[in-house]
């Protein structure tokens, strides 16, 4: 990726993030903290991710207008959010959360974004992602594994991008190649099968 190229990434997700206020995406309680860099929590054992931590992703992510991308472990919604703005109205974003009261508020957070192409919905039980929907062009993980899914390999596409916390590390996968490995950082678990 040439520096111009790298350059037009950190602009988009530097303007997504700064026509998606954080607070909309944040409990009642935590929105006076929406400035603080820093997970909050938001229910069920859950957080908003720190916001330095969720523009390394999507600069990482790299997303194109009109681009597929899944969002996993969605949560409050803030990310399908993000996504919709980099990937345009001729994209699509499908935001997944396994906890059905996260997923129903995250839905509402997402729908009130006003963004048609993008929507959260409740991960389906034992289903890790949203296969019928696939591929993807681009799949973003909030939530760490202990290795890179092959369930979610599977749903990505041939040239695809897939950004996920395996062990600690961020890692920014694709499909053939060595995983790029992004530094340190803390999550949540990925919870699959439940």
Do not use: K
Not at 72 to 91: F, K, N, P, Q
């Amino acid at each position: 990726m040439s520096r111009t190229d790298v350059a037009a990434t950190i602009a988009a997700v530097r303007a997504a993030m700064a026509a998606t206020p954080r607070e909309n995406f944040l409990r009642a309680e935590q929105v006076g903290l929406a400035g603080v860099d820093g997970p909050l929590p938001i229910g069920a054992g859950q957080t908003n991710s720190q916001p330095r931590t969720v523009f390394d992703m999507l600069t990482a992510l790299r997303v194109h207008p009109g681009q597929r991308v899944l969002d996993v472990g969605a949560g409050s919604g803030w990310t399908t959010v993000l996504l919709a703005r980099l990937v345009g109205e001729t994209g699509t974003v499908i935001g997944v959360e396994r906890i059905p009261e996260l997923a129903a508020w995250g839905a509402g957070n997402v729908a009130a974004a006003g963004l048609g192409w993008a929507r959260l919905q409740a991960a389906e039980p034992g289903v890790l992602g949203r296969p019928q929907d696939g591929p993807y062009q681009r799949i973003l993980v909030s939530a760490e594994a202990r290795q890179v899914p092959g369930e979610l390999l599977e749903q990505l596409a041939e040239h695809g991008v897939m950004v996920i916390p395996v062990d600690g590390h961020l890692l920014r996968v694709r499909p053939g190649h060595r995983d790029a490995d992004l530094g340190r950082y803390t999550f949540v678990p990925l919870v699959s099968g439940a």
